[in-house]
């Protein structure tokens, strides 16, 4: 109930592409869905958040879609980069003061 | 402003010894928790604290431990080291749901 899925593992995208991560989760409870970003050699830093009470966040380049039904969420990266290689995350938590809960993560790679 | 400090960077250790690592959290954040991230398991959360108190607690045995002090810095604690605490530790202090995170300590145990 506390897990939250995240596929693919791993994901090669060609420049000026769009790189698609998956996550699911199952306890209902949780009202609070971050994206972090890590590169080698650093912490996990937030990128983009949504909360259940709407459908779609853009943020430049990064969109989150939300399926509150499904209980599934959604990283897209349009025109992906090179220098979007990295290390990304899903979580999910439940309240401002309960613990983050995060996806096993998928490693980006953006070829030229 | 300054961001999460976690100290040291880098840290070898042998089987059966302990180590401390320490975490300067964002000023201001009074909420710091720990992680273990490996690259088979991900990012596994070890523990919360909140103005000194252990909020949360993951499912990591007894030998992982912790503390906050009153200026909110944090001290992790590993006792009688096995090969599989071997990680990057990262530190994240946090303001409602947004968490900062450190660069990590990285542990090997040899």
């Known amino acids: 109930q506390q897990q939250v899925k995240q596929s693919p593992q791993s994901l090669i995208v060609q420049k000026g592409g769009i790189s698609i991560i998956n996550c699911a989760y199952e306890?209902?409870?949780?009202?609070?869905f971050p994206w972090y970003q890590q590169f080698p050699g650093k912490g996990p830093a937030l990128l983009i958040a949504?909360?259940?009470?709407?459908s779609e966040k853009k943020e430049g380049r990064f969109t989150i879609s939300f399926n509150k039904s499904a209980k599934q969420f959604s990283l897209h990266i349009m025109d992906s980069q090179p220098g979007d290689s990295a290390t990304y995350f899903c979580?999910?938590?439940?309240?401002?003061?309960?613990?983050?809960?995060f996806g096993p993560g998928t490693s980006l790679s953006v070829i030229p | 402003k300054a961001g999460v400090t976690q100290t040291p960077r880098y840290l070898i250790k042998t089987r059966g010894q302990q180590v401390t690592l320490s975490c300067s959290p964002i000023?201001?954040?009074?909420?710091v928790s720990w992680y273990q991230q490996t690259p088979g398991q991900g990012l596994q959360f070890l523990f919360e604290?909140?103005?000194?108190?252990?909020?949360n607690k993951g499912n990591f045995p007894g030998r992982f431990s912790g503390r906050q002090f009153s200026n909110s810095r944090s001290e992790m604690n590993v006792s009688t080291l096995e090969l599989g605490d071997s990680a990057l530790y990262l530190c994240?202090?946090?303001?409602?749901?947004?968490?900062?995170f450190g660069a990590g300590t990285r542990l090997s145990v040899l």
């Open positions: 994240a202090s946090s303001l409602g749901n947004i968490q900062y």
């Open positions: 949504i909360r259940p009470d709407v």
């Open positions: 604290y909140f103005s000194e108190t252990q909020r």
């Open positions: 979580a999910a938590s439940r309240t401002s003061y309960d613990k983050v809960i």
């Open positions: 000023s201001g954040h009074r909420s």
């Open positions: 306890n209902t409870a949780f009202d609070y």
